[in-house]
């Protein structure tokens, strides 16, 4: 269920390759590295069944649809397996909902055609009103992405004490994803996903995938409570309950 994050600005070379090792020796669903180091990221995980996320027009969005296309274009045929994009948020907002499709519609052509899948970041921080998520899933589900995801992790808003925080993936948000995203788009949550605990109750929420710094706490923990076998008491549990 994780996508292990090595995206902060800072990380140097020597930080992917250690966030790499890590996510191999967790064997997570994919590390999710910047792009400019994908090729790296394939070497650094060979022999482990670990895939290669991309991020594209991150975090903020704003890049021209002809350059997410050439960034999504370059990035499959530098070998990632999947790729998490950020919408143009200012589109969003100003509802020109077919500028948002047909951007998104365009990069769907590129990942399908190199079998690819595609998150669509909708930066839930940013757009207060359940209307531009409904759409948001309304469109992603029309033209059949794999996931749609809820934050980037950098979408921070200015406080009324002048300081900057975000809140992530809330139950709110993902429940809202779930219900109006149709049965075959996959739900990613991202920003908030620290502990154990906080990846079961979203999983419960019908969230298949969580974008993580925290991975190795998580699993450890998870070893310490199901004695190294996950499929275990709560995680059998949940899926009674119809999480994914």
């Avoid at 292990?4 to 590390?31: F, I, R, W």
């Avoid at 180091?37 to 070497?43: C, D, G, H, P």
């Avoid at 950098?154 to 709110?172: N, P, V």
């Avoid at 990846?199 to 004695?227: C, D, P, Q, S």
């Amino acid at each position: 269920m994780i996508d292990h994050s090595l995206l902060h600005p800072t990380m140097t070379d020597e930080d992917l390759q250690q966030g790499c090792m890590l996510a191999k020796k967790y064997n997570v669903a994919t590390a999710c590295i910047k792009p400019y180091a994908i090729k790296e990221a394939l070497r650094w995980l060979g022999g482990s069944d670990v895939l290669v996320c991309a991020v594209i027009g991150f975090p903020h969005g704003n890049s021209t649809t002809t350059v997410k296309v050439f960034e999504t274009e370059q990035a499959c045929k530098d070998g990632a397996h999947e790729i998490d994009m950020v919408v143009n948020i200012g589109k969003v907002l100003g509802e020109d909902w077919q500028y948002v499709e047909d951007e998104i519609a365009a990069i769907v052509a590129v990942t399908k055609k190199h079998k690819a899948a595609l998150k669509v970041i909708f930066e839930n921080d940013f757009v207060p009103d359940d209307k531009f998520k409904i759409r948001l899933c309304e469109i992603c589900s029309k033209l059949k992405v794999e996931f749609v995801k809820t934050s980037t992790g950098y979408g921070f808003i200015k406080g009324d004490d002048g300081k900057y925080s975000y809140e992530g993936a809330t139950e709110k948000d993902l429940i809202l994803m779930r219900k109006y995203s149709a049965p075959g788009v996959q739900i990613k949550a991202a920003g908030g996903v620290r502990t154990l605990d906080d990846l079961l109750k979203v999983k419960a929420l019908g969230v298949n995938r969580v974008g993580a710094t925290a991975t190795a706490a998580m699993l450890e923990e998870a070893k310490k409570r199901f004695g190294g076998h996950l499929e275990d008491s709560e995680f059998l549990q949940l899926k009674s309950k119809g999480g994914y």
